[in-house]
Structures are given as C-alpha cells and as structure tokens.
C-alpha cells in the first residue's frame, strides 16, 4: 500500500509520514505564501478576464491536489502570469464577450489542460520539462511580460475602448494620454511606488498586499469611488460549489491546440521552478508523477469553478524563504486563502483595478530576463535570435500563438542540431596525449597520410547527406589524397539503415579514389549491427582504438617508438 501511494500520491504518502518538528516552519511559510497569492490570484484573474474570487477559487483546491499528488515539497500552484495570458488569448475570441459563455470555456480549457498532463504522465512524457529550451523559454516569457505590461496601461489610465490586439490597443493608448483619469493614474502611481519602497525596505513583507492595502485605504477614505475610480467592487464570500463542467464539442477544435500549448508550457516552467528549489534542498522531483500531479490540479481547478494553473515562481520562492519544508506549507496556505473567502471578502470590494494593474506591471517586469539574454547573446548569437523571435512572435501573434512559435522554433533547433551535427578532423598535438580537433590547436598535426574524422552525432536519415559531403570533402581539403580514412565511431551512438548504405557507398567512391575507410571504436557494436542488418562491406576494418587504427595504417620507421599507449577516447 505504501510503494502505490509514493508511485501514484508521493506528496500523501510524505503527509502521513508528517513529522511535528515540521509544523512550526510549515504554518509560518503556508502564511507567507497566502499573502502573496490573495494579492497576486486577484490580479491574475483580472488579467485573465475573471472576477477576483475565482482568482482565489484557484489557490484553494489546486493546491490541495498537488500537495497529495506532486512530487516537489516547496513547489506551490497557482494563478500565473504565462497561464493568465494563454487563457485569455485562447477563451476570449470564442467568448465574443458573453460573460457566462467565457467561464464555461475557461473551465472547459482547464479541464481539457489537466487531462492532456496526465495522459502524458502516463505516455512518460516527462522529458517534455526538457524540451523548451532555455533560450527559447527566456523569449516566450519576455513577450509574455511585454504583453502583459502593455495591457495594463488602459487600467492605470481609465482610458475606455481600447480593446483588441495589444500593439493595436496600446498604439490607440499613446493617441488617447489626454483621457487619462488623474485620480486612477495617481492610485495607481502611488501603488508602484508603495511597492518599490517596501521592496527595498521590507523586503521579506509582500509588496503586492501593501500595495492593494494602501490602495483600498484611499480609496474608502478619500470616497474615490464616488470620483470615478473603479474597484473591484463587492466579492462574494464563502468557497466556490462543484462545477460539472461539459465539453462543447463546437468549442473543442480551438480550445485542444490551445489545452495542449498550455500543458506544454505550463509544465516546463513549473518544471524549472520545482528543479531549482529541489536542488537547492537536496532532493529529486519526479517530471512524469508531477504530470499528473499538475494534471490533477487543474482538473480540481476545472471543477471548482477556477481556471488554468501553473507552478507559481513568486510563491513557490516565498514558501523556501519563509522555512516551508514539506508538502504541508500549500495546505496551510491553501487554508488561509479558503478563510479569507469565508470570512474577510468585504475590504476587497474597496481595492482599485489600478492598483492590480500596478501587480501585473510588476509582475510583468519580474518576468523580463535581460540578463540571461544578453548571456545568450555572448555564448551563442543564433540561440539569442531565435529566443528574440520566441518574444516577437507572442508580441505580435499572441500568446496561444506564440506557444506555436515557441514549439516550432523548439523543433527546427533540435533538427538543425541534428541534421548538422559538428564535424572535426583530429590529429596529435605535442605534449597532449590522444588525438584533438585541428580546428581548436594551432600546433595539431594530422598523421601523414591519414584523415581522422569524427561526426559527433548518430548518422541516420536526416543526416546522412551531411556526413557523406563533409567526409568526402575532407579527403579533397589538403594536398594530395589520402591513403586512408580513420572514422571515429565513438561519438557516433546511432545508426539506421540509410545511415548503414550510406558508409556503404562512401566506402565505394572512396575506394575507386584507391583510400581505404576504416572505423575506430565500437568494436563489436558496430560489427553486430553490420550483421544485423545484412551489411557487411569488406573493405571495412573496425579497429578498437583510434591508436590501434593509425597504427596499423601509419607508415612507422623501424626506430621510431609506439603512438602514445593512454586511452585515445581523450580528445578535446
């Protein structure tokens, strides 16, 4: 009973192994974390086109299902800005404004999201944590902040019908400053700065509940109300029903791509946060149970009137900080939030929309990671090309199709790198043992006579034009031919048949030139898949070693000592 529960509930089988030495650090972090997400949940739904209480709906029983089911202790759930926007880019088109309409596709959206995480739990299709990119991932949330701080502008000015695409919108925006409502741009001034100030002051106090706090407090004692500032206006109390939620098989063909965008990029950043934390704590997480685990939140989520969930990096950062140590800090948090729905909705109905477009700014700014660009850049500056177009294709396309964007230029990486892996001729170098890439030692020598080629990745279908150009091109670069050909198998992991026919015919052309192709490595390897697959060319000798090879092939005099006799795997 035990091994099934850590194989299907491992964060329920660490809960009924609680210790008390725990509680203490458990309850102060649930707290912490509480206060930011009522704060953050509020502001988040706005993005997402709710009203505020279904932003806490979704810090609630979302929390509950991972802490039974995740695999991370620190990791929390919860209403996040990438998911936010996804949700409001895929819902809001098919909603057409109806209100009701826009609620059922949302659950729709949430449900469909949870039960894609955990077929794929069951597929094991974990690996997807790796899938995106660091690059590629630092591009999609760059234009996610910049979409999300270009739709706050409309808030935090009062400027009405400004709808529509957010380049659009915001361009209407610069036309229309003279609208701006003083009152909402100075609450929503004042929110900024409460929270740069208690940043710096108070760092380890949530700057977002200052904010909303001070903000409320101005607004009901200064009446601004009554002067046109919007609020959110009075939240209903008490924790939200079951919700059965029905797929309309109209709205399915929109809402699976957008359902499976969002499993996708919902996972991988949850996967990074509970990576890290994990990490630092001394511990493992398991990709393909937090699957399922993320799966199972958003199905909760689905059903109890909340929306789309993700890993919540702020609050999975405030839950380590505050001491949290077991899955037992999101229940405690979770309670919180479930006690401040029941009993202390009324102050809400004071807080300014201003004011949670101020969040959103913040948290949209947070969100942009210069930094590791400009680190991209510095390493690789094809890799920060490709993370720039991640970000212009949510700016300019949207964030359900910069999902597509990001997937797409995921793909073309990964078969770029594949198609073209690198190729090196190596040689000696004096006082370095082995053989290294002429292209990276000045003093490399080639052995006279001999060509010794790596392709450092399998030699399959997609690539093996690429290996049969770059080898026979390598027999044309120096002066005269060679008399042989020494190809280092040890990189060369994998081969299928076109890659099998392909050292077939370069063996032949290569022999009519009167230079014989030999391998080196993977000895009995390649000599079993020779004779599995019925291919067994004669001129073909694999030696053990590269050593082994050039020493058999080199012209040696009588007097002259033996190649190096260390382990020729080595090579730089």
């Known amino acids: 009973m035990r091994e099934a529960l850590k194989r299907w509930a491992p964060g329920l089988s660490a809960l009924l192994a609680y210790r008390r030495v725990d509680l203490g650090a458990d309850l102060r972090a649930g707290l912490a974390v509480a206060a930011v997400a009522i704060p953050v949940g509020i502001a988040y739904a706005e993005l997402a086109g709710f009203r505020p209480e279904v932003g806490l709906y979704s810090c609630v029983f979302p929390l509950v299902a991972y802490a039974i089911f995740g695999s991370s202790r620190q990791l929390v759930l919860g209403p996040d ?25 949302s659950a729709e959206l949430a449900l469909l999201t949870g039960i894609i995480c955990i077929l794929a739990r069951f597929l094991r299709l974990g690996v997807l944590a ?8 630092i591009g999609f949330l760059n234009g996610i902040a910049i979409t999300i701080v270009l739709g706050q502008i409309a808030k935090i000015t009062r400027i009405e019908g400004t709808g529509g695409h957010v380049l659009h919108a915001t361009f209407n925006l610069i036309l229309r400053l003279g609208e701006t409502h003083p009152p909402t741009l100075l609450l929503a001034l004042g929110a900024f700065g409460l929270m740069i100030v208690s940043g710096r002051l108070l760092p380890a106090f949530p700057a977002a509940v200052l904010a909303m706090a001070g903000a409320a407090l101005a607004v009901f004692l200064l009446g601004l109300d009554l002067e046109g500032v919007k609020t959110l206006g009075v939240v209903p109390a008490g924790l939200p029903g079951i919700m059965l939620v029905r797929l309309d098989p109209d709205a399915l063909a929109a809402l699976v791509p957008a359902a499976g965008g969002l499993a996708l990029v919902s996972f991988t950043s949850m996967m990074l946060t509970s990576r890290s934390f994990a990490s630092k704590n001394g511990y493992e997480v398991d990709p393909d149970k937090d699957f399922a685990a993320l799966g199972a939140a958003n199905v909760v989520s ?13 609050r999975t950062a405030m839950s380590d900080a505050a001491g949290g140590r077991t899955h037992a800090a999101a ?63 949510v700016v300019v396309l949207g964030a359900t199709q910069g999902i597509l964007v990001a997937v797409v230029l995921a793909l073309l990486r990964f078969l770029r790198m594949s198609a073209r892996p690198r190729v090196e001729i190596l040689g000696r170098v004096a006082g370095m043992p082995g053989f290294h890439a002429l292209s990276r030692h000045q003093n490399a020598t080639a052995p006279h006579g001999l060509v010794i080629f790596r392709f ?35 990189p060369v992991t994998e081969t299928d048949v076109t890659g099998l026919f392909t050292l077939k015919e370069v063996s032949e052309i290569l022999g009519q030139r009167g230079i014989a192709l030999v391998g080196a490595g ?49 090579a730089s």
């Open 81 to 105: 800005a990438a998911t936010c926007a996804v949700i409001a880019s895929a819902v809001a088109p098919l909603a057409a404004g109806d209100g009701a309409a826009y609620a059922t596709l």
């Open 130 to 137: 790796d899938f995106l990119s660091k690059p590629i991932l």
């Open 302 to 314: 689905a059903l109890t009137y909340g929306f789309a969930i993700s890993g919540a990096d702020s």
């Open 331 to 393: 229940l405690f948090a979770a309670l919180a939030v479930a006690l401040v729905l029941i009993f202390l909705t009324a102050p809400l109905r004071y807080v300014p929309v201003a004011a949670l477009g101020a969040v959103l700014v913040m948290a949209g700014l947070s969100l942009v990671d210069l930094a590791t660009l400009r680190l991209i850049a510095r390493a690789d500056r094809a890799e920060a090309a490709i993370s720039i177009l991640a970000t212009l294709g």
């Open 456 to 490: 450092n990745g399998p030699l399959v279908f997609f690539n093996a034009g690429h290996f049969r150009h770059t080898l026979l091109a390598a027999t044309t670069a120096e002066e005269g031919a060679p008399k042989a050909v020494i190809l280092d198998l040890l």
């Open 522 to 570: 993977r000895q009995t390897e390649w000599r079993n898949w020779m004779v599995t697959h019925g291919f067994n060319p004669d001129g073909i000798v694999i030696h053990p070693t590269l050593r082994h090879a050039v020493k058999a092939l080199a012209a040696v005099d009588s007097g002259q000592s033996d190649p190096d006799e260390e382990d020729d795997t080595k």
